[in-house]
Nanobody
């Protein structure tokens, strides 16, 4: 069974830091683009940051300078280091990735189940 599993969410005070991780498991041959999205209550899911297999990154304006995305291709893992957290960063954070799996020539887009991040003021 192919899946993406997130970890690292929790409750933190404003100004604090959290590190999210997402690891792919199952019959994954390789992973192309990976990213983190978030969805706050009553709002649409939005892109937070993304990273290509080669390491090129893209960030939402609201997190530039505070969040850093990185990946370990050998471990099929992507991380999101979140510093200087603000109450408006409170949301469920979802991992997303384009996965090449055994038996398929084209990638399939997968989502993790999400991890809650809550920032108190």
């Amino acid at each position: 069974q192919v899946q993406l599993v997130e970890s690292g969410g929790g409750l933190v005070q404003a100004g604090g830091s959290l590190r999210l991780s997402c690891t792919g498991s199952g019959t994954i041959v390789s992973i192309s683009a990976m990213g983190w999205y978030r969805q706050a209550p009553g709002k649409q899911r939005e892109l937070v940051a993304s990273i290509t297999r080669g390491g090129s990154t893209n960030y939402a304006d609201s997190v530039k300078g505070r969040f850093t995305i990185s990946r370990d291709n050998a471990k099929k893992t992507v991380h999101l280091q979140m510093n200087s957290l603000k109450p408006e960063d409170t949301a469920v954070y979802y991992c997303n990735a384009d996965l090449f799996i055994i038996g398929r020539m084209t990638p399939i887009n997968y989502w993790g189940r999400g991890t809650q991040v809550a920032v108190s003021s």
